[in-house]
């Protein structure tokens, strides 16, 4: 069917055809999730479960369901530029209550690694990537976290790379293998 | 041995549609078997089954003089008796008939890409198969008489409808029920869907006709200790546990004239003991001599012995009817039945262990069988629904529905559909509605699942009366410590919005499971169960009511979930299964017996105390110390004949050299 066209660009996409098509379903990207995710992500039936039990949705627009129907039916580009994909904060409340014994945590975690590598990543977690780098922790340490430890009788620095940052280059080996640090770089310089 | 050169086998190879024919070369497999030693006939045919597929036999048995026949078809549990008959009507042997299954194990197996191997799969399958045949002898069936009796286990409405049908088909019934009185979950209920006819109104007559039926032996408090025999032929030990109060016919066999319960309740009025009554989910008090609702049959008083103290004042009160016996014990007793229907029925899943709903840690939180005890007239509260934690009338009313079913989650949950809660939780939602002004019924679904007749036209019913119905799968339920409401978590799916539902009381449709004991009192019958646990049955389309033990059927939810309708409805096939061979009088036993060849038995006895069957046993021939078989006790199972050290016991139909020749034809390839 020939688009209809208005002469204007807001209507167009208003009055854009909506509907579902088969042709919009990619098979090889539920294939790619359920290999990713190591869990039986095409066995879902939408019993909202997951997202009942998710302490994300009720303040946000993230529903874990809707990603899991995207799968089932392979709306790869829907799921992947969503930007409520990273509002999971992986507690795996949803995982310990599906009745279908699937683990939804582990197909969001399936997608942003696929979203990774079409370079869809919010900034701040490849900023992340870059602190990880540098000092071996997603949230390394501050001085009110320091001020807190010696309080309680800890030492001010944790016994990690904090403590012993000649084994932050272990770390960077290994991030670098994966090429992580090298693709967050690339990806923040060319926004 | 000696090669059998007489024979002349008939090998026909069935195309079974596509199901065979799909997936390996027919043709082939009939062409390779004409090569075969002694195959004076082969052909292909779609479906053998079809009359003209059984005509092929009759007809090519006439003109080859054929003393075997092999068919290549599907599984033997199928077909073998329709290819025995067709054997026995071309005028051979029924069972000098042998089946190679060449669709269950082969062509279904090897649907994709295994052509060429599911080829030759085939061919060794009728290779083997025709070597086998060369070896087989005329063996008649063994007919046994069949005993005028049967018994049914369980006395819930599937076994009340089981056993007056059966009585009144003019059969000797031994009703079994374990507990004091009969009734079984469906006297527990309070209405029933979708009509709504009161549980109890519906059910009261067919206890009371099953309680003076002449035909039915009413014997509750009893249970199955052990079964011997075989169909016809059942002899069934019941353990009669000690009621501590006997009937009048009891009390007159003692002499005591006038004497025995007559239901009167004198005893109870003065027992000092209280107890949770179970019958009421321990919402009730009770007394250790008790009955559980007005219209019990028997009407005959019971004494709990774990509750009881002994004192004797029911003694005392019950005077001279002399009906209470403080020291009697477990009774004994064998009958012998024809045929046996297992009624056994369900239990919930421990659904406390599902913890996010929070059952038994939230006070509010009941299952349905709580809830209509509390919405039952005749119930702890008679009839008014109250919460537990205030006694306060609830304004709002959640209903979870596959709370533990449809879930795979292993441990109690269970992956089946329980099938009665959508229809059970529309009728609570109703009862409420009607019962409680201003009341609101919240049901929490995934599907609604009201498939039978007038069940959607109920939904429709129930969401008119003004039920809100969720479509989400409730996530979990917390408990405000000061007011003791419910916060029901879960996601309106159809909104696409999670929701925090505050609600007064909320009733877990809880899954259901077999009841304790229902694995070891089948596997006395020799009772399959399939993998959801529930008791098999032979076939679950065309044998739904049958079992694999011959003389054993299945009504009512032993056999996996059912509403009262499919119960009742499969108690009246089980019936009418279990009636014919009593009304035939006799059935025929394959003739798959244990021989004792007598010339070559020692007469040791150690297979005597192998079998298990107790169908062996030493006695005396010709001056000589050999094994007898009792023929219509052998199952046929073969463990003397794979122990005996003189080989001196023959297995009928599964003869050494028959099995050697089944072996020796796969490992020669032929040769």
């Given at each position: ?11 167009n996409?208003k ?21 990713t ?35 089932v ?11 409520d994909?990273?509002?999971?904060t992986?507690c ?11 683990a ?7 997608m ?28 390394p ?10 309080r ?13 940052p ?26 | ?37 002694n ?8 479906y ?18 054929l ?29 000098r008939f042998e089946?190679?299954?060449?669709r ?7 649907m ?27 063996l ?5 008489p ?34 004091e009185?009969?009734?079984g ?10 009509t709504?006819?009161?549980?109890q ?16 032996e009413?014997?509750?408090?009893h249970?199955v ?8 032929n ?45 019958f009421e ?13 007005p219209?019990v ?16 004042l ?20 064998t ?8 009624a056994?029925?369900?239990?919930y ?10 059952y ?24 008014h ?5 205030d ?9 979870v529905?596959?709370?533990g ?22 009728k ?28 959607e ?63 070891p ?40 979930p059912?509403?009262i ?9 089980a ?20 021989q004792?060849?007598?010339e ?24 000589r110390t050999?094994m ?15 122990f ?28």
């Amino acid at each position: 069917m020939a688009a209809k066209s208005y002469d204007n660009p807001e209507l167009n996409k208003k009055l854009a055809d909506q509907r579902y098509h088969i042709s919009q379903s990619n098979p090889q990207f539920t294939k790619d999730v359920i290999k990713t995710s190591r869990t039986i992500a095409n066995m879902c039936y939408q019993c909202g479960t997951c997202t009942g039990s998710c302490p994300s949705a009720p303040r946000s627009t993230y529903r874990i369901r809707l990603f899991m129907r995207r799968n089932v039916l392979g709306l790869e580009n829907e799921a992947l530029t969503d930007p409520d994909l990273w509002l999971c904060t992986t507690c795996y409340s949803c995982t310990d209550r599906c009745p279908r014994d699937i683990a939804p945590t582990d197909v969001i975690m399936a997608m942003r690694n696929l979203a990774f590598k079409k370079d869809i990543v919010p900034r701040n977690f490849l900023q992340t990537v870059q602190l990880i780098y540098n000092s071996g922790h997603g949230v390394p340490n501050n001085d009110v976290n320091r001020a807190a430890r010696k309080r309680l009788g800890l030492t001010a620095d944790p016994p990690t790379t904090h403590m012993y940052p000649e084994y932050i280059k272990g770390i960077q080996k290994i991030l670098d293998h994966f090429g992580l640090k090298e693709n967050a770089d690339r990806i923040i310089k060319g926004e | 041995m000696a090669e059998n050169t007489e024979a002349k086998i008939g090998v026909f190879v069935c195309h079974c549609g596509t199901n065979i024919a799909g997936s390996l070369d027919v043709k082939a497999v009939a062409e390779y078997a004409k090569t075969l030693p002694n195959v004076a006939f082969a052909a292909d045919y779609q479906y053998m089954c079809s009359t003209p597929g059984q005509n092929m036999i009759k007809e090519a048995i006439a003109e080859h003089k054929l003393t075997g026949i092999v068919v290549a078809a599907c599984s033997p549990r199928l077909h073998e008796p329709t290819f025995r008959i067709a054997t026995k009507e071309g005028g051979v042997n029924m069972f000098r008939f042998e089946m190679a299954n060449i669709r269950e194990q082969n062509s279904w197996v090897h649907m994709h890409g295994m052509h060429d191997e599911a080829t030759a799969k085939a061919k060794d399958q009728v290779r083997m198969a025709v070597a086998k045949a060369k070896y087989l002898e005329d063996l008649v069936p063994k007919s046994v008489p069949v005993e005028k009796a049967a018994m049914v286990v369980g006395g819930g409405v599937g076994g009340i409808q089981a056993s007056l049908d059966l009585a009144s088909a003019g059969i000797k019934t031994y009703l079994v029920e374990k507990a004091e009185s009969i009734g079984g979950r469906m006297s527990q209920l309070d209405k029933t869907f979708p009509t709504l006819d009161c549980s109890q109104c519906i059910l009261a007559p067919k206890m009371v006709d099953a309680g003076r039926h002449p035909n039915i032996e009413l014997l509750s408090l009893h249970e199955v200790e052990n079964v011997e025999g075989y169909i016809g032929n059942f002899d069934v030990t019941l353990r009669k546990k000690a009621r501590g109060v006997m009937t009048p016919v009891e009390a007159a066999a003692k002499g005591i004239v006038g004497g025995g319960c007559n239901g009167c309740g004198d005893c109870t009025a003065v027992c000092p003991v209280v107890k949770p009554n179970a019958f009421e989910f321990g919402m009730a008090p009770r007394k250790a001599i008790y009955i559980n609702h007005p219209q019990v049959v028997p009407l005959i008083y019971t004494v709990d012995f774990n509750a009881c103290v002994k004192c004797g004042l029911c003694v005392e009160a019950c005077g001279t009817k002399k009906a209470i016996d403080l020291d009697m014990v477990d009774e004994f007793r064998t009958v012998k039945v024809g045929t046996v229907i297992l009624a056994t029925g369900y239990d919930y899943i421990p659904i406390e262990e599902k913890k996010e709903w929070g059952y038994k840690r939230h006070e509010n939180v009941i299952h349905s069988l709580e809830f209509e005890r509390l919405i039952c007239a005749s119930g702890p509260t008679g009839g008014h629904l109250v919460r537990p934690s205030d006694g306060a009338t609830p304004k709002s009313v959640g209903f979870v529905l596959c709370a533990g079913s449809r879930d795979n989650t292993g441990g109690v949950a269970k992956a089946y559909c329980s099938r009665f809660c959508c229809m059970y939780s529309l009728k609570h939602a109703h009862q409420i509605m009607e019962k409680i002004e201003g009341c609101t019924a919240y049901i929490f679904y995934m599907d609604i699942r009201s498939f039978g007749k007038a069940y959607e036209e109920f939904y429709y019913r129930i969401q008119n009366e003004g039920c809100k119905f969720i479509r989400g799968r409730v996530a979990n339920i917390l408990e405000d410590p000061e007011t003791k409401n419910l916060h029901v978590f879960a996601e309106d799916t159809l909104l696409g919005r999670p929701a925090d539902f505050e609600l007064d009381l909320v009733v877990l449709a809880a899954a259901i499971q077999p009841i304790e004991g229902a694995n070891p009192l089948r596997k006395k019958f020799g009772v399959s169960a399939s993998a959801d646990g529930w008791m098999l049955e032979a076939h679950p389309k065309l044998n739904p009511c049958g079992t694999t033990t011959a003389g054993v059927f299945l009504a009512g939810v032993c056999q996996g979930p059912k509403d009262i309708p499919d119960t009742v409805a499969q108690a009246e096939g089980a019936a009418s299964a279990a009636s014919i061979p009593i009304h035939v009088g006799q059935v025929e036993l394959e003739p798959y017996f244990a021989q004792c060849m007598d010339e070559l038995c020692a007469g040791c006895g150690m297979c005597v105390n192998l079998c298990p069957y107790s169908a062996l046993a030493l006695t005396e021939k010709n001056g000589r110390t050999v094994m007898q078989v009792t023929e219509a006790k052998c199952k046929g199972c073969g463990t003397c004949g794979g122990f005996c050290p003189g080989g001196a016991i023959k297995m009928q139909h599964f003869t050494t050299p028959q099995i050697v020749a089944q072996i020796d034809a796969y490992l020669m390839g032929g040769q």
